[in-house]
C-alpha cells in the first residue's frame, strides 16, 4: 500500500551495500524505520529529501509494517543549520531528544511541530540559540508528560515566594518552604511562560543575561533527569561552545 506524509528525518544508518535505514518523525504516524534503496549509488532521485535533518513529503510503500520510501520531495532543509558547526551540533542534539521522546508510551502530536518551529528559529537565527535550547528542552519534557506543577508552592499552596524548583518532584516551592534549584524572576516567569504558551509564540521573550544561565542550567537538568539519560550529541555541543569561548578569550 502506497501512502503519502510529511515527516523530519531524526536519523540516518547506512544498511546493505547501497541502502540507508531512516528513522523520520512522521505527521500521522508517530516514528517510524523506513529503508530508501539505493541511495548510496549515484544519481539517486531521492538523496535530497533523505538527508539528515530535511523536512520533506514522503510516499511511502508499506507492507506488513514496514516502509520502504518511494519519493521524498524536501519542504525544507535548513540551510543555516548545515554549514555552521554549533547550530548543526545543537540541532543534531533535538534530532536525538525528539527519536527519545517519540517512544514514549504517550506521543503528542504537537512533538513533531516543537521540532520543526525549533529547528527553524536555530536556522533563521531569529532568537538566541540559548533560549531556543531551553524552551525545547523545557517544552518536550512537558510533551512527554514531565509538565511540572510551578503555579503554586506544592508546600504551603501559595504563589511561591522567592521560589525553588524541585527537578525530582516537577514541584516549585517557596525558598521558605521547601528545597530546590534557585530561581530568579526572570527564569520563573520565563518557565511558567514556556508552558502555557502556543508554539507559535515560543521563542518570543527576553532575558538577561544571568536569568538566562539560570534557565539553561534548570532546563537541561529538567530534561536529562525526567528522560534519565545523557546525550552524546549535547556532550558534543557543549564541547564546541565550550572551544569558541577559549578561542575568543586568547583573542582578547
Ligand atoms: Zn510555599
Same mark, same amino acid.
Given at each position: 500500500m502506497h501512502r503519502t506524509e510529511k515527516g523530519l528525518i531524526l536519523r540516518e544508518a547506512a544498511y546493505k551495500d547501497a541502502d540507508i535505514m531512516l528513522t523520520v518523525l512522521t505527521e500521522c504516524d508517530g516514528k517510524i524505520s523506513a529503508a530508501a534503496r539505493g541511495v548510496r549509488r549515484k544519481n539517486s532521485k531521492l538523496t535530497a529529501g533523505i538527508q539528515f535533518l530535511a523536512y520533506s513529503e514522503f510516499t511511502f510503500f508499506e507492507s506488513a509494517g514496514r516502509f520502504t520510501v518511494n519519493e521524498a520531495e524536501p519542504i525544507e532543509l535548513f540551510f543555516g543549520l548545515r554549514n555552521d558547526i554549533e547550530k548543526l551540533a545543537l540541532a543534531s542534539y533535538f534530532a536525538d531528544v525528539l527519536n527519545v521522546a517519540a517512544d514514549c508510551e504517550f506521543v503528542d502530536p504537537e512533538l513533531l511541530r516543537l521540532g520543526l518551529n525549533s529547528l527553524f528559529a536555530l536556522s533563521a537565527g531569529s532568537y538566541d540559540a540559548c533560549i531556543i535550547k531551553s524552551c525545547f528542552e523545557f517544552k518536550i519534557a512537558a510533551l512527554s508528560g #514531565? =509538565? /511540572? +506543577?510551578? !503555579? #503554586? @508552592? +506544592? !508546600? @504551603? +499552596?501559595? =504563589? /511561591?515566594?522567592s521560589p525553588v524548583l524541585d527537578i525530582n518532584n516537577g514541584s516549585v516551592y517557596c525558598k521558605s518552604c521547601g528545597g530546590g534549584k534557585t530561581l530568579d524572576n526572570g527564569a520563573y516567569g520565563a518557565l511558567l511562560y514556556i508552558l502555557s504558551c502556543d508554539l507559535k509564540r515560543l521563542f518570543s521573550f527576553k532575558l538577561d543575561e544571568n536569568s538566562r544561565n539560570i534557565l539553561s542550567n534548570i532546563t537541561e537538568d529538567y530534561l536529562l533527569s525526567h528522560f534519565d539519560r545523557d546525550f552524546k550529541t549535547l556532550t558534543f555541543y557543549k564541547s564546541i561552545k565550550a572551544a569558541e569561548a577559549a578561542a575568543c578569550t586568547e583573542q582578547r
Open positions: #514531565y =509538565a /511540572p +506543577g510551578i !503555579k #503554586y @508552592c +506544592g !508546600k @504551603c +499552596g501559595r =504563589a /511561591p515566594v
